[in-house]
T-cell receptor, first 118, second 108 residues
Framework: DTGVSQNPRHKITKRGQNVTFRCDPI?????LYWYRQTLGQGPEFLTY????????KSRLLSDRFSAERPKGSFSTLEIQRTEQGDSAMYLCASSERGGRKAGANVLTFGAGSRLTVL | DAKTTQPNSMESNEEEPVHLPCNHSTISGTDYIHWYRQLPSQGPEYVIH???SNVNNRMASLAIAEDRKSSTLILHRATLRDAAVYYCIGRGFNQFYFGTGTSLTVIP
């Protein structure tokens, strides 16, 4: 396993266009997380999945954002009608399943997908 | 999840120990304390975590205060490759919430 893979690494788009990012987690990891990071800030939580179920969404995830994880493997994050404020690094991470000691499970991050909206 | 407070930046000389502090006064009894670091243009990477006892691994040591309201990440001998932003996180059952972290500069 080569870790968490994100594609594309860079995306430049014009305002109003739709974009989709893909994340392939570590295969045995049940949990998958999406974060957004802007310059000089820490990663901001967007949403997470356990298997195919989306268990929590941040208020940051507006109606223009949608995330899926069909079959509990890879995940996609789609942004519709992009705005310049969507320009950021979109990070995906995965971890082993939750449980009694879920707080101990560590995240493995991908390298991120950088979005620039012109 | 526990909110954490860290200094915005710190400096260290190369090959000297670095102590990175974190306050997490609202941490619950079941929240683990995690540390991650992020090098420029990369995703965060795991450094260390613990619940109550001090922890050591090949990257660092984690000293947790007895009341668990604070912790310190210890890099025993800073190298130039340790220059990064270090995040302290109090992790509950579900999510990780990152703050703005401490930007560590290592001076040759």
């Amino acid at each position: 396993d080569t870790g968490v893979s994100q594609n594309p690494r860079h995306k430049i788009t014009k305002r109003g266009q739709n974009v989709t990012f893909r994340c392939d987690p570590i295969s045995e990891h049940n949990r998958l997380y999406w974060y957004r990071q802007t310059l000089g800030q820490g990663p901001e939580f967007l949403t997470y999945f356990q298997n195919e179920a989306q268990l929590e969404k941040s208020r940051l995830l507006s109606d223009r954002f949608s995330a899926e994880r069909p079959k509990g493997s890879f995940s996609t994050l789609e942004i519709q009608r992009t705005e310049q404020g969507d320009s950021a690094m979109y990070l995906c991470a995965s971890s082993e399943r939750g449980g009694r000691k879920a707080g101990a499970n560590v995240l493995t991050f991908g390298a991120g997908s950088r979005l620039t909206v012109l | 999840d526990a909110k954490t407070t860290q200094p915005n930046s710190m400096e260290s000389n190369e090959e000297e120990p670095v102590h990175l502090p974190c306050n997490h006064s609202t941490i619950s009894g079941t929240d683990y304390i995690h540390w991650y670091r992020q090098l420029p243009s990369q995703g965060p990477e795991y450094v260390i975590h613990g619940l109550t006892s001090n922890v050591n691994n090949r990257m660092a040591s984690l000293a947790i205060a007895e009341d668990r309201k604070s912790s310190t990440l210890i890099l025993h001998r800073a190298t130039l490759r340790d220059a990064a932003v270090y995040y302290c996180i109090g992790r509950g059952f579900n999510q990780f919430y990152f703050g703005t972290g401490t930007s560590l500069t290592v001076i040759p």
